[in-house]
């Protein structure tokens, strides 16, 4: 089973891109930010859990985010592949995710980066606080906090996939179309999703 990461820094657009180039090439998309607010809002114990460190702005700790991928990755037993989004976020998650390998076949083919400037990021950022009404969001300190944050975890991750030659970066600055012609562009020409 192929397995592709595509990862980006908050409102490098890399939902709405995760959606699309699931669809395009048959993977199945698994949001980890997502499916954590769903085991939160069950209240299952996972979910209470990872509520303790997500209420203090932490990182879940990797052995349960272990938990999240393994209960994601069972219920698409006959899946092609799969497309990780928002996972890994540590070296630590990143080996466990070398480890699916040999439990579940899944072969990560590429690690790929959006890229988008900062300034752009923190335009962003803002403009969507003012419009859904996010405090959080509307503080530029703590805005610039959770970039730096982000910046140094991405920066980890590059590193670990470069060495294994699995590291892609796309211009995520441009509009969402364009950003997706060029993301299908990296992945065609290096036969990406193709076992
Ligand atoms: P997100 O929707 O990706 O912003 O995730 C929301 C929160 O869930 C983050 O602030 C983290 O506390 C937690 N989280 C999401 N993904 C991970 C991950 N891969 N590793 C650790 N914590 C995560």
Redesign the pocket.
Known sequence: MIGLIISGL?ASGKGTQCKMVASQYDLVHLD???N?RREMQQQTPLGMEARK??SL????PDNL?REIEIKMIDKFPSARGFLFD?????IG?AEILEGFNKEYGITVKAFILLEVEQKEIIERIHKRAIEGNRKDDQDINIIMKRIEQQSAELNALIGFYSQRNKYFKVDGNGDMKQVFESIKTIIDKHHLTEV
């Open positions: 908050p980890t930010g997502e954590l460190f997500i702005g932490r990182l879940v985010i928002g996972f890994p976020r540590t998650q």
